[in-house]
C-alpha cells in the first residue's frame, strides 16, 4: 500500500462558468499527480463558485455528463476527488454538496448539513454524516459550516476517522472564525484537519485564499500565503505528518 496523501487544491473559481471550473479542477489535478496523491480536496462549491443566488439554475446530479472529464481522471491518476456543487436531491432546494469521486470510477454525494445563516434562502440541508476509507486512512467529509458545529466532527471522530477534510468558502471575516475552529479540532479530536478554501475567486464574494492543514494535535503543517493558486499536501509517513506546498 502507498504512503497515504491528501492534498488541497487552492484554485479560484469564476461565477457561474462550470466550463472554465472543470478546466481549472483539470488542472489542479494534473498539478497533484506526480506526488502520488491518494485524495484531492476541492473547495467549497467549487464547481459552480460561491454563489448561492446562481445555485437553482446551475444544480448537477451524480449522473451528469459535465463530471464524466474528472470522473475519468479520477481513474487514470488513481485519485479521490472531493469536487463541490450544488446538488439536487428532492427538496424544493438543491443542497451544498460535494462529490466523491473514486479511483474504481465510483461517485458519491456528501450534503453540507449545517447552512451559514445567508445560505437558509438558497440550500436545502444534508441529513447524514459521510465517511471515506482511502489507503489505510478513514476521511470523515465536511463543508463550511458544518465545522461550526462541535458535534460534527466529533461524530466524524466517533466513527474512527483520522482525517476531517473540509472544502470552504471563506472571506477575511469568516477565516478569523473558521480556521481556529478546525485547528482547535485536530487538537481536542486528534485527526489531521484538512481546509481547501478557494483562491482569487471572481465573483460575488472574495476569498481569503490561506487553505491550511493542521497536524493531529494542532500544530500548522503548511498554508498557503494567500489566494495564489496553490497545491498544499500532508504525507503520513513513518516520522509522521509532512506538509508541503506546491504553487500552481
Not at 456543487?85 to 448539513?113: E, Q, S, V, W
Not at 485536530?186 to 487553505?211: D, H, I, P, R, W
Amino acid at each position: 500500500m502507498r504512503n497515504f496523501t491528501i492534498a488541497t487544491a487552492q484554485i479560484g473559481s469564476a461565477r457561474g462558468d462550470v466550463s472554465g471550473n472543470l478546466v481549472a479542477h483539470a488542472d489542479a489535478v494534473a498539478a497533484a499527480a506526480p506526488y502520488d496523491v491518494s485524495v484531492l480536496v476541492f473547495p467549497e462549491l467549487s464547481l459552480t463558485g460561491y454563489e448561492p443566488d446562481l445555485a437553482a439554475s446551475l444544480t448537477f446530479a451524480a449522473d451528469d455528463a459535465r463530471l464524466d472529464s474528472l470522473r475519468r481522471l479520477a481513474i487514470q491518476h488513481r485519485i479521490t476527488l472531493i469536487v463541490g456543487a450544488p446538488i439536487r436531491n428532492g427538496a424544493d432546494k438543491p443542497a451544498i454538496g460535494a462529490f466523491i469521486l473514486t479511483p474504481d470510477g465510483d461517485i458519491r454525494t456528501y450534503l453540507k448539513m449545517h447552512l451559514g445563516a445567508s445560505e437558509i434562502a438558497h440550500f436545502s440541508h444534508g441529513a447524514r454524516p459521510l465517511t471515506l476509507d482511502v489507503d489505510g486512512q478513514r476521511l470523515g467529509i465536511s463543508i463550511c459550516a458544518d465545522s461550526s458545529r462541535e458535534s460534527h466532527p466529533k461524530t466524524y471522530a466517533d466513527l474512527g476517522a483520522q482525517v476531517y477534510a473540509a472544502g470552504v468558502f471563506l472571506t477575511r471575516e469568516w477565516y478569523v472564525d473558521d480556521a481556529p475552529r478546525l485547528q482547535k479540532y485536530a487538537t481536542k479530536f486528534g485527526m489531521l484537519a484538512v481546509m481547501a478554501n478557494q483562491g482569487a475567486s471572481t465573483g460575488t464574494y472574495e476569498s481569503a485564499g490561506k487553505s491550511a492543514i493542521w497536524a493531529p494535535g494542532g500544530h500548522l503543517l503548511v498554508q498557503a500565503d494567500g489566494v495564489e493558486r496553490a497545491l498544499l499536501t500532508a504525507t503520513l509517513a513513518k516520522s509522521g505528518w509532512q506538509g508541503n506546498l506546491v504553487r500552481m
